[in-house]
């Protein structure tokens, strides 16, 4: 079972994200990652197929840091356990998102988006997901990824952030689960309560 870990905070939310993918590992994995928006406004992206303890060297050499991002820990369904493979999933540099569950009808959507000229570079039905909302939005990422989940068929838990809404993080599920932590200027969500 797969760990979704994400925040937006006032303060830098890497080490939380991390702790977070620290507590999921009982859960089992094949591959780690974490995406946050920087101070620069873009998407600065750690993954890897090791330990949570490698990712959080990683993330430490990178430094790392921002108030908004997404973290997580996967088992391979579509995809080999390939750093390529591992979340987050990132498109265009725009929309980032981790994803927890199967999308039963991804071969269908990722041929509808190629046909448009969307390019993919894993091989699993999250990168799907993360294209289908970046096609959707239009300055609104609630409403983005509301209608990107109503092209999918499955069980899902996702967590999505967008450059263009850099103090936002939107969670959608069905059958998967993922938990809310209101805070003090700061918001969390999770696939465990851990």
């Avoid at 979704?4 to 939380?16: G, L």
């Avoid at 991804?106 to 699993?124: D, I, M, N, P, R």
């Amino acid at each position: 079972m797969c760990g979704i870990v994400a925040a937006s905070s006032r303060r830098n939310i890497t080490p939380i994200l991390l702790e977070g993918l620290r507590r999921l590992e009982y859960r089992g994995y094949d591959s780690c990652g974490i995406a946050v928006i920087e101070s620069d406004g873009a998407f600065h992206r750690a993954r890897t197929v090791q330990r949570v303890a490698s990712l959080i060297r990683q993330a430490d050499e990178e430094k790392l840091s921002g108030g908004v991002g997404i973290a997580h820990t996967r088992w391979a369904t579509h995809g080999a356990p390939e750093v390529r493979n591992a979340h987050p999933m990132i498109s265009h540099d725009t929309i980032a998102l981790v994803h927890n569950g199967i999308i039963e009808n991804y071969a269908e959507l990722k041929a509808e988006l190629v046909s448009e000229g969307y390019e993919f570079t894993s091989q699993t039905d999250t990168e799907v997901i993360a294209h289908l909302v970046y096609r959707y939005f239009e300055g609104n990422l609630l409403d983005a990824v509301a209608k990107a989940v109503s092209r999918l068929r499955g069980s899902f838990g996702l967590a999505v952030c967008c450059t263009k809404q850099p103090d936002v993080v939107v969670g959608a599920r069905r059958g998967s689960p993922l938990v809310m932590g209101l805070g003090d200027k700061e918001n969390f969500l999770a696939s465990d309560v851990l």
